[in-house]
């Protein structure tokens, strides 16, 4: 009696280029696609730095485009919000033609910064020149501790 064993080829000689070629081609299709996605609707999150001295930590984020009323900042116990908003409306009108075309856009984008402390609201400065946004938050009476570590 021969075993199922018998009936399976010894190797397998399948050609897989056909598979691995599609596979490509549709990584490259969606790859693709949502690039425009991105660049359609402007997706990408601002760029947000922070550095920190002995005495604050510095955050900025370039919002170019952008005006002061549109920028919100929240503070939420250790985190800092920075929120933006923006609302265009378009409209044509052709009085001849009774033509009349209106497009909207809204756009509300966000980032967060976490830092190791409560952030002091009264003493957190910010400005908004040139499309920066510049956020001064100092430290006071940290409570972080550093430990010795021992072999």
Same mark, same amino acid.
């Given at each position: 009696m021969a075993s199922n064993k018998d009936k399976l080829p010894s190797k397998f000689d399948i050609d897989m280029?056909?598979?691995?070629?599609?596979?490509?081609?549709?990584?490259?299709?969606?790859?693709? %696609?949502?690039?425009?996605?991105? %660049?359609?609707?402007?997706?990408?999150?601002?760029?947000?730095?922070?550095?920190?001295t002995d005495s604050k930590f510095i955050v900025e984020a370039e919002l170019p485009g952008y005006k002061r009323d549109q920028?919100?900042?929240?503070?939420?116990?250790?985190?800092?919000?920075?929120?933006?908003?923006?609302?265009?409306?378009?409209?044509e009108k052709n009085n001849e033609d009774t033509y009349f075309?209106?497009?909207? %856009?809204?756009?509300?984008?966000?980032?967060?910064v976490t830092l190791p402390f409560e952030i002091p609201k009264r003493e957190t400065k910010a400005s908004f020149r040139d499309g920066l946004l510049k956020v001064t938050i100092p430290?006071?009476?940290?409570?972080?501790k550093y430990l010795d570590i021992h072999e």
């Open positions: 280029t056909p598979l691995h070629d599609f596979m490509r081609q549709m990584d490259s299709f969606f790859n693709h %696609s949502f690039k425009h996605i991105n %660049s359609q609707f402007n997706l990408r999150p601002f760029w947000v730095d922070v550095r920190e920028i919100e900042l929240e503070i939420i116990g250790n985190q800092l919000r920075i929120g933006v908003e923006d609302h265009a409306v378009i409209e075309n209106k497009q909207q %856009s809204y756009q509300k984008r966000e980032r967060f430290k006071r009476h940290s409570e972080r």
